[in-house]
C-alpha cells in the first residue's frame, strides 16, 4: 500500500473508499474493506496498527495480483472484454 490505511482514507472521498471497500470485497478481501470502512470512523486513530492489520491481510501487491487471476479465472465474464 502506498501510504498506509489513513493515507488512503485522507486522499479518497467517501464515494471512492465506499468503491474500494467494495472491490474488496468483491475479490473476497472482506477483512479490508472492514478496514478501511472503520478507518474513516475511528476516533483516536492507531495508523501503525492499522497498517499492521493490512499488512498482515495483504503482504504485498504479488497477493493482490495473485487474488485477482484466481477470481478471472473462475469469473472472467464478470470483467469487460477487450
Known amino acids: 500500500m502506498n501510504g498506509g490505511v489513513q493515507h488512503a482514507v485522507e486522499a479518497?472521498?467517501?464515494?471512492?473508499?465506499?468503491?474500494?471497500?467494495a472491490g474488496f470485497h468483491f475479490f473476497q478481501l472482506p477483512e479490508v474493506a472492514t478496514l478501511l470502512e472503520h478507518a474513516t470512523s475511528v476516533l483516536s486513530i492507531d495508523e501503525a496498527a492499522q497498517d499492521r492489520q493490512y499488512?498482515?491481510?495483504?503482504?504485498?501487491?504479488?497477493?493482490?495480483?495473485?487474488?485477482?487471476?484466481?477470481?478471472?479465472?473462475?469469473?472472467?465474464?464478470?470483467?469487460?472484454q477487450t
Do not use: K
Not at 479518497?12 to 471497500?21: F, K
Open 55 to 80: 499488512a498482515a491481510i495483504i503482504p504485498d501487491d504479488s497477493f493482490l495480483f495473485d487474488r485477482f487471476a484466481a477470481v478471472f479465472a473462475q469469473s472472467s465474464n464478470l470483467f469487460a
Open 12 to 21: 479518497l472521498s467517501e464515494d471512492e473508499l465506499r468503491t474500494a471497500a
